[in-house]
């Protein structure tokens, strides 16, 4: 039993989890003191400003974020020769940028007035536009440190990434700066995570070559690749369209309460983020088939657990926590929190079984792809008030849990996608 456990201990993969883990619930909780801080020193107009413009950040850049998936699996393929694809990888993403930079303007600028139709200020339009080139060459060597194993050196530099993010918000606290600060400190920190991992590539001494499959096309006519990106996509749609919808339509202040609600709604998966990132590389690894159900219905249970937990707070508590959190200016959301909390166990269940659901290119991730047009057309159609658009989400969430919960009590043979179609390079 010793032995097991030394073995255990010692396992890199099991010490890179421990590290992600403890990093994960680090960078959660200086996510969360950012959002509290910056809602109390912007005040809700501001706060839903800079709410709005993440949201929109985190959609433009979902299909990007599928390719750190890809450069792992490539990097854990390659064996002795990571160094020489990691470094291969590098030149032929600079080679890339360099080829289509005149398609990478027009990009950036149609992202830019698509910004701005949506009202947000010309400095958000910007931040926009240079954090999507930031974070897309972010999410390389963010890949390529995990593919490589660098897990301590991975967390240490997202843990100075939330700290400098951090910092930005503490000094427009204390009226150093406003809104264009926080902008410039979370770039930064991003520049310093593609600087640091540039630094630790150009450290290898490569003495062989290799030869890195330059084409990319068949990602694009792969069927596996394709639903991840539809699921992933729709998935973050849920998380960020209610966002950009309120922005659009409502006034900046009524933006700033409801991205308050939002954040008191998705408080468990600031708890539950590591156990977010580790289930979908347990539920991804064959060795642990037999168990993945039982671990599903668990994380379930403890995502319900919590639920309760926390609705019983935010009815009894919910002045409290408004004040503690942000400040009397969102005392409207006081009412309303409890049905936070319910569509935080609805949301936090949906993004758990959709990602299991991934890992077993099981077709079932498409159902919030297909019902995700009734979700905007909702919005569309009855989303005119405040209480509209949170019953909305309610809703919603709770029609697409209970499906799931259908899907995965009949317990029929999944219908996959054979991984032979799946290419071998990349």
């Not at 394709?226 to 998935?235: D, K, Q, R, Y």
């Not at 659009?248 to 700033?256: H, L, R």
């Not at 697409?400 to 043979?413: A, D, G, T």
Request: with cysteine; aromatic share 16%; glycine share 6%.
């Amino acid at each position: 039993m010793r032995k097991k456990l030394d073995e255990l201990v010692s396992n890199k993969f099991f010490q890179g989890g421990l590290i992600i883990t403890i990093s994960s619930f680090i960078i959660n909780f200086f996510g969360y003191l950012f959002n509290s801080i910056t809602a109390k020193a912007l005040g809700p107009t501001n706060y839903g400003e800079i709410m709005t413009t993440f949201s929109y950040l985190a959609i433009t850049s979902i299909p990007f974020s599928i390719c750190t998936a890809l450069i792992i699996k490539k990097l854990g393929s390659a064996e002795d020769l990571r160094a020489n694809t990691a470094l291969a990888m590098e030149q032929w993403f600079w080679k890339k940028i360099n080829q289509y930079k005149l398609l990478i303007v027009f990009f950036l600028a149609g992202l830019f007035i698509s910004s701005r139709i949506n009202n947000l200020r010309i400095e958000s339009s910007l931040f926009l536009v240079f954090s999507f080139l930031i974070s897309v060459t972010g999410l390389l060597y963010g890949g390529i440190m995990q593919g490589l194993h660098y897990f301590v050196f991975f967390a240490l530099i997202n843990i100075v990434m939330a700290i400098m993010k951090l910092t930005g918000s503490v000094l427009t606290l204390f009226n150093f700066g406003g809104l264009t600060l926080i902008y410039i400190f979370i770039n930064l920190g991003g520049i310093l995570n593609i600087v640091m991992g540039k630094l630790k590539l150009n450290k290898f001494k490569t003495t062989s070559e290799y030869v890195f499959d330059k084409r990319i096309s068949h990602l694009f006519s792969n069927k596996k690749m394709l639903m991840t990106i539809a699921s992933l996509t729709a998935i973050s749609l849920l998380s960020n369209f209610d966002l950009i919808y309120v922005k659009k339509v409502f006034p900046a202040e009524t933006a700033g309460i409801y991205s308050a609600w939002s954040l008191f709604a998705k408080v468990i998966l600031y708890l539950l983020g590591s156990a977010q990132t580790i289930s979908y590389i347990f539920f991804s690894d064959k060795k642990t088939e037999k168990s993945q159900k039982k671990a599903l219905k668990f994380i379930s249970l403890m995502i319900l657990v919590i639920g309760v937990i926390i609705f019983a707070g935010y009815s009894f508590f919910g002045k409290t926590l408004t004040l503690l959190i942000f400040n009397s200016k969102y005392f409207t959301i006081i009412e309303y929190l409890p049905h936070a909390a319910i569509f935080g166990v609805f949301y936090t269940f949906i993004t758990i079984v959709n990602g299991y659901f991934v890992a077993k290119n099981d077709r079932s991730s498409l159902i919030i792809v297909i019902t995700m047009p009734l979700y905007i057309i909702g919005f569309i159609m009855f989303g005119k008030s405040l209480s509209n658009t949170i019953y909305i989400n309610l809703i919603f969430s709770g029609i697409l849990s209970l499906f799931y919960l259908f899907i995965l009590q009949r317990n029929l043979p999944k219908v996959t996608i054979s991984s032979s179609s799946m290419p071998e390079t990349f």
